[in-house]
């Protein structure tokens, strides 16, 4: 795989030191735009050593911002993945739940298949936030620890925990099982309507015959989100061409161009299928 080039990047002398420096103090001000991608642009050895030495200071925010640094080194594909992937594993057993869940979200970004089950162990943790961390760490894993905890996890009081779980069920794997159906049926009936989305973005993926009713019931509420008409292009079944033809008639598109490009794209998926 090809590694991604920048100019500005590369033009950049901004020492790395410096960028975490920047990021480090930045880390308490959510207004802040202070970023790690030069250090993960450049990706070399000496960027790693970085990482490795915030990980292990005695500061846990210190900590948290190598989890950061190591998660995505190198950008994609990544530069020294087993030593950054072995790292970020025993961060999972901080004592800081800050720590934890940096460490979690940085091996979602590895995709390390051995973090599977260290990551798997930590869906019932105390902390909301390492739970959130555990589901976009799991997203893309398929191993059956990783699906169990997702599923887990779909049903969690968190309303961000859920709403990763079911993307990672029904989106970030191509795995299909009666389990993984069953958590995204189940998903349906969540109260938070992007989380239904996903569920049915999951569900049309897998082709579940269920899929065309869930969805009408889900145009039935006040707002007809994104991922349900996405869920109809995937669909493709006709007997969804009439409502999206409405939408297409009633709803005001005019600020929303990315909006109308899917309706669109679901219109001429169902109208292939007739």
């Not at 991604?4 to 959510?30: C, F, G, I, Q």
């Not at 509420?221 to 996405?230: F, G, P, V």
């Amino acid at each position: 795989m090809t590694r991604w080039h920048d100019e500005k990047l590369e033009r950049d002398s901004t020492p790395s030191r410096s960028v975490v420096h920047a990021y480090r103090n930045a880390m308490s001000d959510e207004d802040s735009d202070a970023q790690l991608t030069l250090v993960h642009y450049r990706g070399t050895r000496k960027e790693l050593e970085i990482g490795l030495e915030y990980s292990r200071s005695p500061d846990p925010l210190d900590r948290a911002v190598g989890a950061d640094i190591l998660a995505q080194l190198g950008g994609s594909p990544g530069t020294f993945l087993p030593e950054t992937a072995d790292r970020l594993i025993a961060l999972l057993s901080d004592p800081d739940s800050l720590v934890i869940r940096h460490a979690a979200i940085g091996l979602g970004h590895r995709s390390d298949p051995k973090a599977a089950p260290h990551l798997a162990k930590l869906a019932g943790h105390f902390d909301p936030s390492v739970r959130f961390g555990v589901g976009f760490g799991l997203s893309g894993f398929e191993e059956p620890e990783a699906i169990e905890a997702k599923i887990s996890l779909s049903q969690d009081s968190d309303r961000e925990v859920r709403n990763w779980a079911v993307f990672g069920l029904g989106t970030g794997i191509e795995a299909d099982s009666p389990q993984i159906r069953e958590a995204l049926w189940r998903a349906l009936s969540d109260e938070d309507s992007e989380i239904r989305g996903e569920a049915l973005v999951g569900l049309a993926a897998r082709h579940d015959p269920r899929t065309v009713d869930a969805i009408q019931e889900e145009w039935n509420h006040d707002m007809i989100s994104l991922l349900s008409i996405e869920a109809a292009e995937t669909n493709g079944d006709p007997r969804l061409l009439p409502a999206l033809e409405e939408f297409s008639e009633s709803l005001d598109l005019e600020r929303d161009s990315y909006f109308e490009q899917s309706l669109r794209g679901a219109m001429a998926a169902c109208s292939r299928a007739d």
